[in-house]
Each structure stands twice: as C-alpha cells, then as structure tokens.
C-alpha cells in the first residue's frame, strides 16, 4: 500500500511503518533503542511522527560511503 507524501503534516505511527516498509514492532523496538524518528505524543497517548524529523532521521541513517 503506498503513502502518498504529505509534507507539513504529522504521520500516524502506521503511515510511517508503510512508507518504510517495517512493522509496528520494528518501529517500536527502534524508539525502545532510541534509534527511531522524534516522535509527539498526543493526550490520547497516540504517536505522531514529523514529515521533517522523519527525513531528517532517515538522512542520518544514510551510509556515507
């Protein structure tokens, strides 16, 4: 399933997994680690991610070689 792009706007944990490719588990065991995205955590409890800090976190994940 694809994600469209939507720059500006906060994505939910789901969107996020899709667009990278990896399940909830992985994600989650990422921010366990403190290896994932910056991520807001809403007064429901319910995560969002940044488009921005997504980008951002999958710049400093690139290999630089």
């Known amino acids: 399933m694809a994600v469209a792009v939507r720059p500006g706007v906060n994505l939910t944990v789901d ?3 899709s667009e ?3 399940a909830r588990s992985t994600f ?6 403190g290896r994932g995205p910056r991520c807001i955590r809403l007064p ?8 921005r800090d997504l980008e951002n ?3 400093d994940c ?3 070689s």
């Open 15 to 17: 969107e996020v997994c």
């Open 20 to 22: 990278l490719g990896v």
């Open 28 to 33: 989650y065991d990422w921010r366990q680690k």
């Open 44 to 51: 429901n409890g319910s995560l969002r991610i940044r488009r």
């Open 57 to 59: 976190w999958l710049i």
């Open 62 to 64: 690139e290999d630089p």
